[in-house]
């Protein structure tokens, strides 16, 4: 079947500009992450939808970073007032309840000039 | 808190030859680890997993990995490099708390390189 999809796969934006990054995950997985990937700080662990339940927001770096999910479905994870260190790629993946293997999408590469 | 240290940022082996990515983890209860590989400009791909089974876990493309709680580590091997292996490989580890279903923490990857 389908797997993580992400769009865009690429977006350059104006520092001080909001941005809003889409993840479609695989049908019937009810887990949802979203992950940031920098040259400096390797990969990190943002925000995890796992369904009804409130999310573990644990990861997200700061308050400009906010993150929803729709219908227990796709998510969007949306950058308020872009700053040059927010240039990274975002992952997204999903899994299935109680499976610890997590699937990952391509990524968006987000640039903040 | 958990941790994952990868040993070596880069390894070169070359084509044939034995491969050993190292991975030492910290973590204050059983953990579930993970070996994933990252081929340029794509996503992560799960390699395989360790949840308190078998010690000896078989991934895909020939890798395997051996999880010793007494050396805190989960290192990755594979008997004969392919020019294919060369990627990234990220080692991560779950709390396991959530059914190894939360957030993972990342190693700062090895970047494999292969020499024919």
């Known amino acids: 079947g389908a797997g993580v999809s992400q769009s865009p796969s690429n977006k350059v934006t104006e520092k001080g500009k909001d941005v809003e990054l889409r993840c479609d995950p695989i049908?019937?997985?009810?887990?949802l992450y979203w992950y940031r990937q920098s040259l400096g700080q390797g990969l990190e662990f943002l925000i995890y939808?796992?369904?009804?339940?409130?999310?573990?927001k644990s990861g997200l770096p700061s308050d400009r970073f906010s993150a929803e999910r729709t219908g227990g479905s796709v998510s969007t994870l949306t950058i308020q007032r872009t700053q040059q260190e927010d240039s990274a790629v975002y992952l997204c993946?999903?899994?299935?309840?109680?499976?610890?293997?997590?699937?990952f999408g391509p990524g968006t590469r987000l640039t903040v000039t | 808190a958990q941790s994952v240290t990868q040993l070596g940022s880069h390894v070169s082996v070359s084509e044939g030859a034995l491969v050993l990515l190292r991975c030492n983890y910290s973590?204050?209860?059983?953990?579930?680890l993970f070996w994933y590989v990252q081929y340029p400009n794509q996503g992560l791909q799960l390699l395989l997993k360790?949840?308190?089974?078998?010690?000896l876990v078989k991934g895909i493309n020939g890798f395997e990995a051996e999880f010793k709680k007494s050396e805190t580590s989960f290192h990755l091997t594979k008997p004969s490099a392919h020019m294919s292996d060369a990627a990234e490989y990220f080692c991560?580890?779950?709390?396991?708390?959530?059914?190894?279903?939360?957030?993972?923490?990342f190693g700062k990857g090895t970047h494999l390189i292969i020499q024919p």
């Open positions: 973590s204050s209860v059983p953990p579930y």
């Open positions: 360790y949840t308190s089974a078998a010690t």
């Open positions: 993946a999903s899994s299935r309840e109680g499976q610890g293997e997590q699937y």
């Open positions: 991560a580890v779950s709390d396991g708390t959530g059914g190894g279903a939360d957030g993972l923490t």
């Open positions: 049908s019937g997985h009810t887990a």
């Open positions: 939808f796992q369904g009804n339940s409130a999310p573990d």
